[in-house]
Structure formats: structure tokens, C-alpha cells
């Protein structure tokens, strides 16, 4: 039963979604333990390589979703096709991560190079992890989830204090009574969705 559970979230988190039901509020203690898995995931000598950012209030997340144009969609209407606002940032509630740096230095080219390859590689990794992990601990609560990258940089810096933002998650309560592809203000646009062309190799003993 409990491997089926798990199984069962595996292929949840995988799905964007992109209309909310916001007359629900999320627990605190679920906002908590959200919160948890992206601070207390592995990442490299457990360094500070971003800042997580957690939304709650509607003015703060339309703010965010303002900067998100960028999306291609279709118009189920007309046929049109256009960049649109990503509604996965939309959500009942909104992660952020934002760029860091650690102070610890490991080797001689991150001496005073806040930007050095190894931070770069080490950060890309860590937000990785820390995003697969709020997405999957979301979809063992219950919730659904969606990713967004796609952004102006720049705009969102700017209400950040100047933290780089880097990955923005929407996490929150689905409206059962719309196709997850429809965007959260207009149900006209269509997002696309694509097969999943991963492959797995298993290697056995001769």
C-alpha cells in the first residue's frame, strides 16, 4: 500500500498544473514542512547556494506572476498562438529561490569570484534537488504543483532587494472542474504538454 502511495505521487509531481482553487488555504504546518524539505535536502557540504522565499498573501503572488510573460500558448478559440503569463505562479501559495553565495571557500578560483563555475555548477544542482523536493514532499500532502523559469529577471530581482531569482514554484489546491492545460485567468489559452521521452538503463551482474 505504501509503496502504491508513493509510486502514485512519483507520477503526480511530474504534472504542471496551472489553475488554483483559492478559496482553500494551506495549512501552516503544511507551509512548515514544505518549507523543511527545501532547507534540509542534500546539497554539496550543505552550503548556502540559495535563499527560499515562501509567498502566502494574493498581493505578493500576483506581483510575482506579473514578470512570468514568456510561456507559448494557444488560443482553443481562435487558434491564435502567443507568450503568456506563467499561471502555475498563481498558485495558493509560491516558492522563490533566489541566488546565494557561500561564504566558505573550497578552492583557490571562488577566492573573491562569487561567480566561479564551481558555485555556478554546485548552485544549478542544489535548486534542483531542493525544487525536486518541495515538489515531491507538495505532491505526498496532496497538492498540486508547477515550475517557472521562464521570467523577467531583471523585474523580479528588483523585489527581491537584489537577490537573482532563479526557480519560482507554485504549489496549492487544483480547481477539479478545469483541465489542468488552461490558464488560471483565461481558460481559453492552452498550454502545451509534452510525452515523456526518458529512458532508464539497468545494469545487472553477468
Known amino acids: 500500500m505504501f509503496t502504491k ?7 503526480k509531481s511530474q504534472h504542471c498544473n ?13 507551509i512548515d514542512l514544505i518549507l523543511e524539505s527545501a532547507v534540509q535536502c542534500p546539497v554539496k557540504q550543505n552550503l548556502n547556494y540559495y535563499k527560499t ?10 506581483k510575482i506572476h506579473s514578470y512570468t510573460e514568456g510561456i507559448m500558448a494557444e488560443n482553443s478559440d481562435t487558434g491564435e498562438r502567443k507568450e503568456v503569463t506563467n499561471s502555475q505562479t498563481l498558485a495558493n501559495m509560491v516558492v ?18 562569487p561567480d566561479a563555475d564551481t558555485y555556478k555548477e554546485d548552485r544549478i544542482m ?26 523577467d529577471g531583471e523585474g523580479l530581482t528588483s523585489l527581491f532587494n537584489g537577490e537573482q531569482p532563479l526557480l519560482i514554484m507554485g504549489i496549492g489546491y487544483p480547481d477539479k472542474t478545469r483541465s489542468r492545460l488552461e490558464h488560471h485567468q483565461n481558460s481559453s489559452w492552452k498550454m502545451p504538454t509534452m510525452p515523456n521521452k526518458r529512458e532508464s538503463v539497468v545494469h545487472t551482474a553477468a
Open 126 to 151: 542544489s535548486v534542483g534537488i531542493a525544487s525536486a523536493y518541495v515538489n515531491y514532499t507538495a505532491s505526498l500532502l496532496g497538492y498540486e504543483t508547477g515550475c517557472c523559469k521562464c521570467f
Open 5 to 11: 502511495m508513493l509510486k502514485k505521487a512519483i507520477h
Open 18 to 30: 496551472r489553475n488554483w482553487d483559492l478559496s482553500k488555504n494551506i495549512p501552516q504546518e503544511d
Open 53 to 62: 522565499h515562501v509567498f502566502t498573501d494574493r498581493k505578493s503572488i500576483e
Open 96 to 113: 522563490v529561490f533566489t541566488k546565494d553565495t557561500p561564504t566558505y571557500v573550497r578552492e583557490a578560483s571562488e577566492v573573491n569570484n
